[in-house]
């Protein structure tokens, strides 16, 4: 027998790395000294998660 393999959760991989990307092309250009740079880089990775966070929040899922 054949093992299926699904692939799911791409379309999702895609809107979260474009919202890094985005997130972190925002940061970055905003920063002013290097370490405000490397404070962007973390913020954009985990950017997007503490919008959905706070979304879920007020929604009081």
Do not use: C, R
Not at 18 to 23: I, K, N, R, S, T
């Amino acid at each position: 027998m054949k093992e299926q393999v699904k692939k799911m959760g791409t379309q999702g991989s895609a809107i979260y790395g474009m919202a890094v990307l985005g997130a972190l092309v925002y940061f970055i250009q905003h920063a002013h000294t290097f370490w405000n740079g490397a404070v962007g880089i973390i913020k954009a990775i985990f950017w997007p998660a503490m919008v959905i966070y706070k979304v879920l929040e007020l929604l009081k899922l």
